[in-house]
C-alpha cells in the first residue's frame, strides 16, 4: 500500500535560516505529491503540490522537487520566518484515487 | 474560496454518549472525508463518502458511522463515545476536477471523559 515517511519534529530553527523537512514515500504508479501546512489553531491547506517526475512545487518562498529515483519530495526554505512556524505534513495520492496518505507532520518553530 | 466548516472546535462528552460531529462545504464537492488526528500518529481517514448516501470505510472506521443525506453535509457519529476517542477530528473535502487537493475544517477537538 502506499506510505509516506517524513523527519520527526520538532524542528527548532532561528529566524534566516535554511529549512529541509525530508519525505519519502512509497506508492503504486505514478502519485501526486502534496505538502500541506497546519498553522496553529487551524486546519490543514496544500502548501505545494508537484504531479509528475522532475516537477517543482512552489508557494510562499517554499519549494520541493519530485524525484522519482530516490522516491523523494524534501521541502525546502531559503529563509524562514517566524510565521512560518507550523506542523507540515507531506502527503500523495495515486491511481487517480480521492484518496490522500499523509505522513505524522513535522513540526517547525522559528524563533527570532 | 472553499470553505469547510465544522460545527465545533471543542465538545466535552461523557464515555457512552452519542456523538454528533457536523461537517458543512459550500463548494459542491463530491467527496467529503473524516480523519482523526493525533500526535505522533499523524492523520488516519475513519470514513470517506464520494456521493451522497454513499459512504467508504477508512484506515480506522471502528467505533464511527457516518451519515451524507445532503451533498454539502457530512457528519461523524460516536455510537457510544469512549476514552480512547479523545482526539482532534478533521472534515476535508474535494471536487471532481481537482479530486486529489483537499480542503480541511479547522478541527473539533473532542475529550471523552
Known amino acids: 500500500g502506499n506510505s509516506v515517511t517524513q523527519m520527526e519534529g520538532p524542528v527548532t530553527l532561528s529566524e534566516e535560516a535554511f529549512l529541509t523537512i525530508n519525505c519519502t514515500y512509497t506508492?503504486?504508479?505514478?502519485?501526486?505529491l502534496f505538502w500541506y501546512v497546519q498553522y496553529p489553531g487551524e486546519g490543514l491547506q496544500l502548501l505545494l503540490k508537484?504531479?509528475?517526475?522532475?516537477d517543482k512545487g512552489s508557494n510562499k518562498g517554499f519549494e520541493a522537487t519530485y524525484r522519482k529515483e530516490t522516491t523523494s519530495f524534501h521541502l525546502e526554505k531559503g529563509s524562514v520566518q517566524v510565521s512560518d512556524s507550523a506542523v507540515y505534513f507531506c502527503?500523495?495520492?495515486?491511481?487517480?484515487?480521492?484518496?490522500?496518505?499523509f505522513g505524522t507532520g513535522t513540526k517547525l518553530q522559528v524563533i527570532p | 474560496d472553499v470553505k469547510v466548516t465544522q460545527s465545533s472546535r471543542y465538545l466535552v462528552k461523557r464515555t457512552g454518549e452519542k456523538v454528533f460531529l457536523e461537517c458543512v462545504q459550500d463548494?459542491?464537492?463530491?467527496?467529503m472525508f473524516w480523519y482523526r488526528q493525533d500526535p505522533g500518529l499523524g492523520l488516519r481517514l475513519i470514513y470517506f463518502?464520494?456521493?451522497?448516501?454513499?459512504?467508504e470505510k477508512g484506515d480506522i472506521p471502528e467505533g464511527y458511522s457516518v451519515s451524507r443525506e445532503k451533498k454539502e453535509r457530512f457528519s461523524l457519529i460516536l455510537e457510544s463515545a469512549s476514552t480512547n476517542q479523545t482526539s482532534m477530528y478533521l472534515c476535508?473535502?474535494?471536487?471532481?476536477?481537482?479530486?486529489?487537493?483537499?480542503?480541511f475544517g479547522a478541527g473539533t477537538r473532542l475529550s471523552v471523559l
Open positions: 463548494m459542491d464537492h463530491e467527496n
Open positions: 508537484a504531479t509528475k517526475a522532475d
Open positions: 506508492a503504486t504508479g505514478y502519485p501526486s
Open positions: 502527503a500523495l495520492s495515486s491511481g487517480g484515487y480521492q484518496k490522500v496518505t
Open positions: 463518502s464520494y456521493d451522497v448516501k454513499m459512504k
Open positions: 476535508a473535502s474535494s471536487g471532481i476536477l481537482a479530486k486529489n487537493i483537499q480542503y
